[in-house]
């Protein structure tokens, strides 16, 4: 639904519980827990990031009992139409001393 390649997926609590991670095996004794077994209650908060897309997205939990019958969950609002992977980072160099300004140390003796 959310087109998400690896997510890390986190309570916005500043606590930093990892409710998912693209880590292989690293949380997967929660995938058949509640969300109820992690505090989260109508009003929580989630954050959603995945890093090889660049893509983050809070979550808002709102309790409802006015779903449709054998409907656990509804997404409400509005997903980026495109998601693409993260652009590559253009080459850095090395700077020291100094500013980039493609200057060569000078080879003088001073004669």
């Given amino acids: 639904k959310f087109a998400m390649v690896a997510p890390d997926v986190q309570i916005d609590d500043g606590k930093g519980t990892i409710l998912i991670s693209s880590e292989e095996g690293e949380t997967e004794g929660n995938n058949h827990r509640k969300l109820s077994d992690f505090g989260i209650r109508n ?21 409802s009992e006015d779903l449709e019958k054998d409907v656990e969950f509804e997404v409400v609002g509005d997903a980026p139409e495109r998601i693409g992977p993260k652009p590559s980072e253009p080459t850095s160099r090395n700077i020291s001393n100094g500013s980039d300004d493609g200057a060569q140390p000078s080879t003088s003796t001073g004669n």
């Fill in 43 to 63: 009003g929580s908060r989630l954050q959603a990031d995945d890093f090889l897309q660049d893509y983050t997205l809070l979550i808002n939990v709102l309790h």
